[in-house]
């Protein structure tokens, strides 16, 4: 690619240009400044270096945002080798597989995740290494306990005087080149890690810095809130900022509205990346209350005051998320219809926009002076789209994206990459929409299986029904969504049933213990919260699987 530059060489310039300003908080705890993230970063390549770490080879990171998990995403991609960034919400099952699926050499791990782990899981590992203190957990290899034990002597020795901007010196990275191993699930069988080279975190950011960079100012502020272990909180509330000369505050714990709320006022970041359940839950609980009395809806439908009152309300709005960002884009899972058509009648400033984890992610994005309703934008420079579809104007097909942001392929995985990147490179979404004759993408539908959360998760039903199905008396499963809940449809094993002489009741009572254990083994966004049982087997096509488009509304 002839436009390529480095990657790397982005986080090299803003440490270097930035060096005395903060770059990086704990909410209400500590802050690293840009020089502080530096030093930390040459550390941990002396522990790299010494532990035998070698450009290509995997670290793995499993733990709740952080000023050190940023610091070590930056620290493994700068000395060349591959991030393998693991949601702190899985389930230890899930962390092993993806640790030992990926190959990953050293492990990484928060607070709330270290005691839940047992190395033994995980024999191909060096060692385990404590995110809040960088200490050693596990080490299987006398030169990373040496390294460790020694590090600021081996660091003094590498810098006999001080440690200056001049000695800022990172991996140059080809486009190509493997950078991330970001995982769409955690279970073995339905694990696909995606494998994202250099150019699309570099075509992210070049996107970002070219159209975000000059309404978002370096020196200003910005929340991380999304998990960084999904790409969508990875490249806009951590890269782009971090190489931008933002200085970046982490929450550190679980975003309550609440706590969501009160950083938003205290911090005033000058962009917002949400997802639809935080802008809704604001506007439902802050807003709407106060705007549908009688005597709201009274001047909102006189003339002459009604633009004054809108002007009132955005302001609110506004202030709600801290009252000094350029826009809030929203993204990861549909937004409500009611709040989009309300966020638009006051015309508060925001946007929607459109990615996958197999780009790294973003696909289209439209500022939002130019964004259209029910829209998520237009494909970004650096990528095209089109719909496979006679019509893509008025007749659904599939979206299809090319470009700089698509993934080398999933990891291992031959087959899947088959069905998901054709031979001209284009890779095949499985979502379903329209695009209009300005090349506005309309999202309808998803003809995948994968469900969405309201804050933004993947969730794969067959992982949940695999599990569900070895239940006892269930026979088969499917699992749908209503709203934001989950919703399982079980055909129970009535000739068991009967054999045993079992009622209706005994089956339900059977069916919520089956619901209880399910969800001890599932992350929080994909529990099951009711379950339905019918008394007929599940609709098949000839291959024998379930028509599932039978059940989609059937609760």
């Known amino acids: 690619m002839e436009t390529y ?117 995980m024999p191909a590992l060096e060692a385990i290494v404590y995110l809040p203190d960088f200490s050693l957990l ?32 990172y991996h140059k990275d080809e486009a190509e080149e493997l950078a991330l191993l970001n995982y769409t699930s955690g279970t073995t069988g339905f694990s696909k890690g995606v494998m994202l080279p250099y150019r699309a975190l570099w075509g992210n950011l070049d996107f970002a810095l070219t159209k975000l960079g000059p309404s978002v100012k370096t020196g200003t502020n910005m929340v991380s809130i999304l998990p960084m ?15 931008h000369g933002i200085h970046i505050y982490f929450l550190t714990r679980l975003p309550s509205p609440t706590l969501i709320a009160q950083a938003y006022a205290e911090i005033q970041p000058s962009l917002v990346i949400a997802v639809p359940m935080i802008v809704e839950k604001i506007i439902r609980k802050k807003v709407f209350p106060k705007i549908q009395n009688n ?46 058509d309300f966020l638009k009648s006051i015309e508060f400033p925001f946007t929607v926009g459109y990615g996958a984890t197999e780009c790294a992610p973003l696909i289209s994005y439209r500022d939002h002076k130019e964004f259209v309703a029910k829209s998520c934008g237009k494909a970004i420079y650096n990528m095209e789209t089109k719909v496979q579809s006679p019509d893509p104007e008025n007749i659904p097909g599939e979206i299809l994206a090319r470009g700089t942001n698509v993934m080398l392929g999933y990891y291992k995985n031959e087959e899947a990459t088959a069905q998901a990147l054709d031979k001209d490179g284009w890779y095949h979404t499985g979502d379903l929409g329209l695009i209009d004759a300005e090349g506005n993408i309309f999202i309808k539908g998803r003809s ?104 989609q509304n059937s609760i």
């Open 5 to 121: 530059t480095s990657f790397n060489s982005y986080i090299e310039k803003s440490i270097i240009e930035n060096w005395d300003q903060d770059a990086l908080t704990d909410y209400q705890g500590a802050t690293l400044q840009y020089h502080d993230v530096a030093r930390v970063i040459e550390k941990l390549h002396i522990v790299f270096e010494h532990s035998g770490i070698e450009k290509g080879d995997k670290i793995a990171l499993c733990g709740r945002n952080s000023s050190h998990w940023g610091v070590t995403f930056l620290a493994t991609l700068t000395y060349g080798a591959v991030v393998v960034p693991i949601l702190h919400e899985f389930t230890p099952d899930q962390v092993y597989n993806i640790v030992n699926h990926s190959e990953a050499k050293l492990l990484f791990v928060g607070d709330v995740v270290a005691p839940t782990l047992d190395a033994e899981a």
């Open 138 to 169: 596990l080490s299987r290899s006398e030169r990373i306990t040496f390294a460790r034990e020694h590090l600021n002597q081996l660091f003094g020795e590498k810098f006999p005087k001080y440690f200056r901007k001049e000695h800022v010196n």
């Open 229 to 243: 272990a999904h790409m969508y909180g990875l490249a806009f509330e951590f890269i782009f900022p971090i190489c």
């Open 295 to 340: 005597l709201m809806r009274l001047l909102l439908n006189m003339p002459v005051v009604n633009k004054k009152v809108k002007q009132m309300i955005c302001e609110q709005v506004y202030n709600a998320f801290g009252g000094k960002a350029y826009e809030i884009i929203v993204g990861g899972a549909a937004l409500n219809q009611e709040v989009e």
């Open 448 to 551: 995948k299986n994968m469900l969405l959360s309201a804050n933004g998760q993947n969730i794969y039903p067959e992982e949940i029904e695999d599990k569900l199905n070895s239940m006892t008396m269930v026979s088969e499963s499917i699992v749908v969504q209503k709203d934001d809940r989950l919703v399982a449809l079980v055909y129970p094993d009535m000739d068991e049933a009967a054999n045993l002489g079992f009622t209706d009741e005994d089956l339900e009572n059977i069916m919520e213990q089956n619901r209880q254990n399910l969800n001890a083994q599932l992350p929080p966004f994909s529990k099951i919260s009711a379950f339905k049982l019918r008394k007929e087997e599940f609709e098949k096509t000839p291959k024998k699987s379930i028509k599932r488009y039978l059940y």
